[in-house]
Each structure stands twice: as structure tokens, then as C-alpha cells.
């Protein structure tokens, strides 16, 4: 069964139509890419998935379960949706860490607040505190991070505050994890440890949705790539293949107005 | 007048000016621990998303801020007794001290409603949506992500106004409270021998320059040990 089913979301923004008819679905462990120019759609479907914006149409399904549809109103619910949120991670453009916070604080906070809500919270406090400090400091050790861990985000750069973003994101265990262009926000020579941890990421089997403008990262990490254009899935395949012999002229000429 | 006078007359000035002062400090302390939660419910009212309290809110932020702090103290103090013929605060010191604190409170509290919204607006939308991603409720949100961060923000114009605010308790004057200025004011009629002399409500003037410079540190203190963040 297919861990993300997405069928027809449609959104408006003011009379402007962003997303258009959106189908796909997708397999546990595997990597979808998201390319297409700016303004196409490819930020909106990542929030929709996460629930920062609401579908005006279409219906959201993790492993069989609908999350999300937009006719029936319950599962539009405040409340329901907090608790679905979790089955998707976000890693955003512009990193959000909680600049109060260390690096490992950051990992750690969404997980203390839902540990508090454990019925056992009150006796097993401290037992379950050290499990997620040991979980996040494993996290952060993964990202490369071992001795930045005490470090507040503006005494990193920016991509030791991505990974801690996308540590701060596995904390919560995603299903399935999205990224919003990770790396357009950092220059070239940091671009590449943010791409390395995702490659690695890749290949132990994390679920993952990458919006990107990197397109040799996108056919080289991703299992599918699917193509937007003014809000519609354009094409999608394959990315040898898509990036080879695109059957669509749109994208062709997004293609080629990409290489370098 | 000559210094060897002033000498003379320094210990009773000094008392009564003491006396003044605490009823000054009193008044401060007060406004703002009235002032300050007060002031975060209509920034609240305010950025509400129920058009009629916003509107309800910012009309009276309006009025508050647009009016003289002195004209609101005297409408409080005896609009209740002369207009409604209620005299709810009563005529002796503890009544006034009560009006006092009310308009102060009110007026105060309006200031520091702007001073919230800005901290808070000034909250980068980023932080909202990442504790939301996380699965965090907007209470969690605002208490653990974003409070510090407007405290952090609002510290510089918070010091200006709790300045402000030493020196604009000598409002309290026009209904008769019995603070510094009152007191050193007394000595100009006649007060405890001395009269005549205006050297005693020239003085009080240094009463608010030492408050002001003890809150001036105290307030760069706590700005600097928020500065572990960016």
C-alpha cells in the first residue's frame, strides 16, 4: 500500500488558482523530487501536506488512512489535525529554529511537550527525559553535529542550522519527511553538507518529499520526480528517464533553461 | 536664601520629601504591575480576529493615548462623585492614591499594548509554522517559542516608558496626591516652620534622576543577559 495518497487537491489563493487537479502517490522508503519554476505550485502542495494551508478540494491519505478531505469537515478540526500534522515533518527554506533554544534544545522540544502528554508522564518523568536528550544528541551526532550540540543557532552557520532543522524534524519520527528548498538559502560550498545528510538520509530508506532547485540532486536522490507547471503535475517518472527524454515541451524548456 | 538657611532647613525637607517619595514609588510600582498583564490582554483584544473587539479595542487605545494623562486623572477622580453624584473613591489620601493608580494603570497599559502588538507582529511568521509542523498547540507556541522572544524585543521601548513613567507620576499632583512634588511644593506655603522657600520642590528633581539612573542599570542588565540570542 502506498504510504502517501494524494488525490485531486485543488487551492485558490485570491482568485488565483495554485494548485490544479494534484494526484500522486507514494512508497514507503522511497524519495520524491518536486521541481518546476517559481510560483507553480511546489511550496503550496508541501504545506498543504503539512496542514499550514488548507485544500479547498481533494483528500489526503497516509497508509490507507484519510487525513485530510475537503468535504468532510471533521477533518478540517483544529484539534484532529494537530495530532495528523506529526505523520508529516518540514524542513523549511529559511531554517525556523527557535533562536532561544541550543541546537539540542531545538531537537528536543516538540518531543518533551508530546512526552507531557503521556498518561505515565508524572512518574516516569526523568526516565523519559534522558531518552529524549539520548535520542536527540544521537540525532545531531548523525547530522555531524557532535560538538555544535550547546551551540545557539546564530553561532552556526546556515547549514549547521539546517541540519539541525532536519534533526529537529526526525525527532518527531515523520512518516514521511518534506523538504521546502533546503539549500536556497545557503551558499554554494554549504549547500553540499545539507545535500550529503539528505543523500544519507536517501539511503537508509526516510520517506521524503524534496522541493528543489538542485537538479542534478534531484535526479541523483530521488526514486520520482514530478514536474509542476502552473500548478499542475506536468509530467512525473523516473528521473533518468524525466531528465533524459522529457515527453512534455514545458518541460523540456524548464529543463534546459536549468543546465548548467 | 543663602546656603547656611538651606543647611539648616535640609533634615525637615529631606523627612518630608522621603515621605513624598514613597508615595511616588508606590504609585510607580503599582501602574506597572497592573499595567504590564493588562496592557498584554488589549494587545490581545487588539490582534483579536473578532472584528468588534479589535475595533472596540483600538478606539479605546485612541482615546487613552490621545488625550492628556492629567485630564484623565481628573475625569476619574471626580466624575464619579460630581457628575454621578457617587463619590466612589472616597476624599481622603487612600481614595486619590486609588484614582491615581486607576488612570495610571489604564493609561499605562494602552502604551505598552502597542509596545506588545509590536513584539509580537514582529515575530518572523517562520517560528509559528515550525512549532506548528512540530505538533506544538498555539498556547505551547506562544509560551515556550515566542514570549522570550518578544520580551527580548520589547525590552529597549519598555525602558523608555517605565522612565517616563517615574517622572509622570508627579501628575498625580492636580488631584492632591501626596507625592514628591506635592510635598516639596508644601514648603512654598508653609509646611513644619519653613515657607516661602521653592529650593525643596527644585530638589525633588534629584530624587527622580537617582530613580532613573538605578532603573536605567537595572534595565540595561536585563537587556544584556537576553542577549545570549539573536
Known sequence: ?260 | MNMAQIWEQMPIVIGALNTGFLQTLKLFFVTLIGAFPLGLLIAFGSMSRFRPLSYLTRVIVWIVRGSPLMIQLLIIYYFPGLVLGNPIWGGGEQGRFLAAATAFIINYACYFSEIYRGGIQGIPRGQEEAGLVLGMTRSQIFLKVKLLQMIKAIVPPMSNEIITLVKDTSLARIIALQEIIWAGQAFMKGSQGISGAIWPLFFTAVYYLVCNGILTILLGRLEKRLGYFR
Do not use: W
Open chain 1, 1 to 260: 500500500m502506498a504510504i502517501l495518497e494524494v488525490r485531486h487537491l485543488q487551492k485558490t489563493f485570491d482568485h488565483t488558482q495554485v494548485l490544479r487537479d494534484i494526484s500522486f502517490s507514494m512508497e514507503k522508503g522511497s524519495t520524491l523530487s518536486l521541481i518546476g519554476s517559481s510560483g507553480s505550485g511546489k511550496t503550496t502542495l508541501l504545506r498543504c501536506l503539512n496542514f499550514l494551508e488548507t485544500p479547498d478540494e481533494g483528500q489526503i491519505l497516509v497508509s490507507g488512512e484519510v487525513l485530510f478531505d475537503a468535504s468532510v469537515p471533521a477533518t478540517r478540526k483544529e484539534q484532529e489535525i494537530r495530532k495528523k500534522r506529526l505523520h508529516f515533518g518540514l524542513v523549511f527554506q529559511s531554517f525556523n529554529l527557535f533562536p532561544q533554544y541550543t541546537a539540542l534544545e531545538n531537537v528536543m522540544l516538540a518531543r518533551e511537550l508530546l512526552a507531557r502528554e503521556q498518561p505515565d508522564y508524572k512518574q516516569r518523568k526523568k526516565q523519559i527525559r534522558e531518552q529524549i536528550e539520548a535520542e536527540g544528541v544521537q540525532l545531531l551526532e548523525q547530522m555531524g553535529l557532535r560538538d555544535r550540540m550547546g551551540n545557539y543557532p546564530h553561532q552556526l552557520s546556515g547549514g549547521q542550522c539546517q541540519r539541525v532543522a532536519i534533526a529537529r524534524a526526525l525527532a518527531l519520527k515523520p512518516d514521511i519527511l518534506c523538504f521546502d528548498e533546503p539549500t536556497s538559502a545557503l551558499d554554494p560550498e554549504l549547500t553540499g553538507e545539507v545535500l550529503k545528510v539528505i543523500r544519507e538520509l536517501a539511503e537508509r530508506d526516510t520517506t521524503m518529499i524534496i522541493v528543489t532547485h538542485e537538479m542534478a540532486f534531484a535526479r541523483d536522490v530521488a526514486d520520482t520526480v514530478i514536474f509542476m507547471d502552473d500548478g499542475r503535475i506536468c509530467e512525473q517518472g523516473d528521473p533518468k528517464e524525466v531528465f533524459a527524454n522529457p515527453k512534455e515541451e514545458r518541460t523540456r524548456q524548464f529543463l534546459a533553461s536549468h543546465r548548467t
